[in-house]
């Protein structure tokens, strides 16, 4: 064991791993995301049970935290590494011959994701902190009507078409991302050829359903706005 | 008496090499740390025996022209490896291997030598599996065996079709672990240039780092050459395009004899030259004569209308068309041996019924293999009235299943479909069977020098069967050398270490430097490759598949003054100090010039037809077998060992002569 | 066919190298790309220029010395080949090829097109082995009955040439691949499972040391493998690597 995160498999294991719980919770996210969409009330539980429960808040939010911030580094550090195990360029290179665009271009599509984090924090998580625990009001209430407040602000929040289009392109960014992503995790965990076909579908039918659910959800606020 | 020695033990055949294990001379281990060995060469030879020497404690300092031992040409073997393990219950036999070597060989090789390589052959299998070797196997788990070479029995052990590869590998692995233990010394892209005596004893080499130019010396109580075969005296053939006989050579000129040199297996399926530019041959495995019928156009007419290529096989009605193996042999067909096979198809050639633009071609064709396979199939599966599409799809799966791999190699290669036209092929220079004279020890004549696989003579006479070059490789390194080294180094133990600051290392050192620097300095107009190619072009016309006396005089008169025009006008840019690839192929071609010119005396020496070797003087006259191949067994049953004396053709012969007491000698006949 | 060819040039590891036109005439379809290149030189030395230094041997496709970046791909356009392999057949009269020697910072370019692969040589020793001696008493080779299954996937990873295309071609110089084929090979035979969680463990470690970058999963290297070595292979280094971390250690 010892070393094991230093040695290039071990780093690839832990890539994978951060990897497989951000796939995890990126069905969670959607499935409450999703419901805004059927039903107003509903969200509004969800939500507020997510943003309030202690044990998201103080257990799983740090660990997912830690997940995203993993990732990235460890990503950066790999993508570093990598490229000094180069050297030197080639003059003429022809990628394309032998692999997708989008293997190749991970750290690419990963930094807008993080350039998306960084909006999407910005837009809900600091708020989100901003209220709760600064201003310490634990309601998630609208002062004025005693309503629920996050489905009013989800709503607000897409009303720009700017800020929808980046989700979108975002999202677009994290299917391309999810489309190399899935199936590398398995096979960093050393999945085998067996299963191997059948991981590929399901990682096909996931990278491009959930990405473009969230994209649904941004778009449907956007027109659907009341 | 002769000179030679071959220190074979006497007793019964079955019992010398136990015996003589026994009584052997061994070092302690204590005393094998204070001993070094070099071994030149990492193929199946060189590396098995430096790992082996290596495990039994000696250091052990190993070379390669290549960046990797594992790139050695050893690896370029596809067929199989025989042992005598007999699993397929058919009868097979330590003697039945040995005879069937013997017989091979054309009765030219040391029966004691073979005898010995048929005893160690079932451990090479069982050392090659231990070592993680995947040969190939059945459904209940156990070893596959194949039959190869026309051989009764089914005792070829095989990978795919890459044994040679696998069996490298598996020596290179056993190396790997003693690199790690740092009992060997790996020097990769270093290069013999000559041995260095001391007091008659072999004491050490001149190297070249090719990546640096710089020359060194190496110190050791005992040199072992495992440097391969000499076939790249043709220019063309199925050696790598490094593979060179510069070490055995120059161990020849420092005292050791060199025998049989005229010995050369020509294979007869190999992918015909398209062009001046070719650098080297493909071969194809022999399996193939299996199903293929070799054939050219009955008239001369339509064989020049197809090398114009106004006319294509497939147009060629079937009576025009010439099975001349077929013809010639009822017997045997397709299948007679190598040698037979490549003489007829050059034979058809030189009379002008060659198939491609060189006229250097036949055709192997499959056409009937997969109308036959075609039909079969169809009854198999109940097909009434099978259309003549259906049949040819039937049989073309059916041969796609047994020589896919071949037929996708020649389409890579020849751009054309061989399902679809008759492949074309021609007999290329193959394996060398001749080499440095080596006693039963495997010394040399020079003490404390040893030569072992291809580089050496001893096993394969006049003829090698298929699949042996592997086994004897492995034999020698594994389990012959290890022990008889033993008996020669035991005197070494209180030697010490060598120095290399010595008057010998030194002149040795001179001796080389001075040659490079006459590469280098010298104002030549033509390209080391020029010279290598015309002498390619004498070797083959004159010394090739079928000689005869005029020729091999005017061969040797031709190389001699090849070699002189080569020292006054070859070229070589660059500079010594670097890595300089010209530099190091002119020192080889040099050599080459020398060792082609002895082995047109060799077999302007040898006046009969034995295997490899054919004169067209030692024919059959009259009955059955007129025009074939007549073996001389009471002037020439000898080892042609040859002294170097300055030239070429100055060497003087030394006999061995060749005892057979467990065997008797027969003629060959394939009619 | 004639021909522009944009080489890389070096005179040694310290040189900083540059691609330099040359231009070869009436180039037959039917040479291989090596043959092609044998021309260029020979037209070299005839002009008084030094020669491509490149690496070759067996030109055959098995020893796994050639090496050469052809237009931007290992071993050239056509898959399943060594650059000896590559027939000019794939080009067109009138192109631009560019050749380049294998990059990676753990394959230094020796001179021209020539690199140093010995890194996986030390990789080879670290633990590319079964501990055995040589002997006559090795037990029989039927003692143990082995998988036709096993015995031809071991053969299947046993195939690789050692010829770093993998490296070349991963845009992260991982040599996983070539590493993945040798600890396949041993760990499907039961020969090799004694050591198989040392032999994982140090084997990678040295590739680690030897400055080879991570693996991606591109599946680069199995297109552009000659021998065409799965991507498996990685996924069962992987799961050796991750017991041997875990489970023998």
Known sequence: MSGFLKSSIGRKVAMALSAFFLMFFLIIHLAVNITSIFSEDLFNKLSHFMGTNPLVQFALQPVLIFGVVFHFVMGFVLELRNRKAIGVSYAKNNGAANSSWMSRNMIYSGLVILAFLVLHF??????????????GDMSGLVEETQDFRYYEELQHKFLSPLRVGAYVISFVLLALHLLHGFTSAFQSMGATAGRKKAMQTFGKIYAIAIPLGFIIVAVWHHFNHH | MSVLDSKVPKGPIKDKWTTYKDKINL?????????????????????????????????????????????AHSIAAQGGINAAKNYQGDGDSTYRL???????????????????????????????????VPFARDYGGLLDNRSFGGVLVSRTFYAKGQTGQQLLLGAYSAMNRQIARGKIQMYNRHEMLDVVKIDGKARGIIARNLITGEIERHSAHAVVIASGGYGNVYFLSTNAMGSNATAAWKIHKKGAFFANPCYTQIHPTCIPRSGDYQSKLTLMSESLRNDGRIWVPKNIKDAKAIQQGKLKPTQIAEEDRDYYLERRYPAFGNLVPRDVASRAAKERCDAGYGVNATGEAVYLDFASAIQRYGKEQAKIHGIKNPSKEKITELGEAIVEAKYGNLFQMYEKIVDENPYKTPMMIYPATHYTMGGVWVDYNLMTTVKGLYC??????????????????????????????????????????????????????????????????????????????????RLGKIMWDKVGMSRNEKGLKEAMAEIKALREEFWKEVKVPGKAEEMNPELEKAGR???????????????????????????????????????????????????????????????????????FNDIELKQRSYK | MNLTLKIWRQKGPEDKGKLVDY?????????????????????????????????????????GMCSMYINGEAHGPDRG?????????????????????????????????????????????????????????????????????????????????????????????????????????????????????????NMVAQMDLEGFGNCTNTGACEIECPKGISLENIARMNREFLSASFIDS
């Open chain 1, 122 to 135: 910005i837009d809900f998580w600091i708020p989100e902190i901003n209220v709760k625990y600064i201003q």
């Open chain 2, 27 to 71: 070092v302690n281990p204590a005393n094998k740390r204070n001993i070094d060995v070099i071994v030149v060469g990492t193929g199946l030879a060189g590396g098995s025996a430096a790992a082996t020497l290596a495990e039994l404690g000696y250091n052990v300092k190993a070379f390669a022209y290549q960046d990797s031992p594992r790139r």
């Open chain 2, 98 to 132: 040995f005879y069937d070597t013997v017989k091979g060989g054309d009765y030219r090789s040391r029966e004691a030598n073979v005898y010995r390589l048929a005893e160690v052959s079932a451990n090479i299998i069982d050392q090659c599996v231990a070592q993680g």
């Open chain 2, 452 to 533: 072992i696989g291809e580089a050496n003579f001893s096993d394969h006479g006049a003829n090698r069967l298929g699949a042996s070059a592997l086994m004897q490789g492995l034999a020698d390194g594994y389990f012959v050398l290890p022990y008889t080294i033993g008996d020669y180094l035991a005197d070494e133990i209180r030697t010490g270490a060598i120095a290399t600051d010595t008057k010998e290392f030194e002149e040795v050192e001179s001796e080389v430097k001075e040659r490079i620097n006459f590469f280098i300095n010298n104002k030549g107009s033509k390209s080391v490759d020029y010279f290598h190619k």
């Open chain 2, 589 to 659: 071609v040099a050599d080459f010039l020398e060792l082609g010119e002895l082995f047109a005396k060799d077999a302007l020496m040898r006046e009969e037809s034995c295997g490899g070797h054919f004169r067209e003087e030692s024919v059959e006259l009259e009955g059955e077998q007129k025009g074939e191949a007549k073996r001389n067994d009471k002037e020439f049953a000898f080892v042609a060992a040859w002294e170097y004396k300055g030239e070429p053709a100055d060497a003087v012969l030394h006999k061995e002569a060749l005892e």
């Open chain 3, 23 to 63: 231009k070869v005439n009436d180039i037959s379809e039917h040479m291989s790309f090596l043959e092609m290149m044998d021309v260029l030189n020979e037209q070299l030395i005839e002009q008084g220029d030094e020669p491509v230094a490149f690496d070759h041997d067996c030109r055959e496709g098995i020893c």
């Open chain 3, 81 to 201: 080949v060594t650059t000896c392999q590559l027939h000019m057949r794939m080009f067109n009269d009138g192109d631009t090829i560019y050749i380049e020697p294998f990059r990676a910072a753990a394959f230094p370019v020796i001179k021209d097109l020539v690199v140093d692969r010995t890194a996986f040589e030390r990789i080879q020793q670290a633990g590319g082995y079964i501990s055995v001696n040589t002997s006559g008493n090795t037990q029989d080779a039927n003692a143990i009955p082995i998988s036709k299954h096993a015995a031809d996937e071991a053969m299947d990873a046993a195939t690789c040439i050692g010829c770093g295309a993998c490296v070349a071609t991963c845009k992260n110089s991982s040599a996983m691949l070539f590493v993945g084929a040798k600890v396949s090979q041993y760990a499907l035979l039961p020969q090799g499972q004694v050591e198989a969680a040392d032999r994982v463990r």
